[in-house]
């Protein structure tokens, strides 16, 4: 009778031990990089004779100076080259946590000199952001899925949308180094949307590591180009998993804490 029950105790913990090894949620921590930039002007040709920019509101993206988010931000950055109280080329990021949503747009337009007295013939626009998660260590494994979306009408112009993903190990915050990393582009004769999923199960628990998730949208024209670049990256979900040896290690010794504490309680 001992046997069976010390038999169940040792079931009973292992599975609790095992429980231990569910994996568990890794959540954007809502620091964010942006870099937005509008450019009009008048020449040649795409940078000459830039008339107007965005100044001031220009927001490089470079770590570490992120900055820390409410659960919804939008940034952005704009141009009236006709100065009709209506924006003619514009970009901007969101961050949305509630859903997990980044977006990264642009449009532009760029009027014919042939038959409009503005000077503006030519626009640049670009946006681009990347939310980094919070740090984890403690796990081997690691796993994300999103789903992705470009929508893209470059209009008579040139420009591109892009999607990037990487995985830094952390541990000495003044030497990253990138476990993996991934970007890929739009293609007119590709997929316009799906769902990306990576997962390694190599990580170093005693080290630690973050992710982050990036989006790039970019717009160039002249002479009545007229379009847009929309990047979207939504149903962020991030898991890692604990290391096994240390689950069967922790099961192990709440067996032992089992047996030892039955035998001295006789």
Request: hydrophobic residues 45%; aromatic residues 14%.
């Amino acid at each position: 009778m001992k046997k069976v029950r010390l038999a169940i105790l040792t079931v009973f913990i292992f599975l609790f031990a095992a429980s231990l090894a569910k994996a568990v949620p890794v959540s954007l921590s809502g620091t964010a990089y942006w870099d937005l930039q509008v450019s009009v002007g008048s020449g040649t040709g795409i940078g000459a004779g830039i008339i107007a920019d965005d100044g001031d509101t220009h927001l490089p993206p470079d770590p570490p100076a992120g900055i820390s988010l409410p659960d919804v931000q939008v940034f952005e950055v704009s141009s009236d080259i006709d100065d009709d109280s209506s924006d003619d080329v514009y970009a901007f990021a969101v961050y949305d946590a509630g859903i997990n949503l980044i977006e990264a747009y642009v449009v532009g337009f760029a009027y014919d000199p042939a038959t409009s007295t503005t000077d503006t013939e030519w626009f640049s626009a670009l946006s681009r952001v990347t939310v980094m998660s919070e740090t984890f260590t403690g796990f081997n494994a690691f796993s994300i899925s999103f789903d992705w979306e470009f929508d893209v009408d470059f209009g008579g112009g040139e420009g591109d949308a892009k999607i990037a993903f990487g995985l830094v190990d952390y541990t000495d915050p003044d030497d990253p180094a990138v476990v993996y990393y991934e970007i890929w582009e739009y293609d007119p004769l590709g997929d316009i949307s799906g769902t990306y999923s990576w997962s390694i199960d190599t990580l170093d628990p005693t080290h630690v590591y973050l992710f982050g998730i990036g989006a790039r949208a970019f717009l160039e024209g002249v002479e009545n180009a007229d379009g847009y670049v929309d990047v979207y990256i939504y149903n962020i979900d991030a898991q890692a998993t604990p290391e096994p040896t240390s689950v069967l290690l922790a099961g192990a010794g709440l067996v032992a804490l089992g047996i030892w504490g039955r035998r001295k309680s006789k």
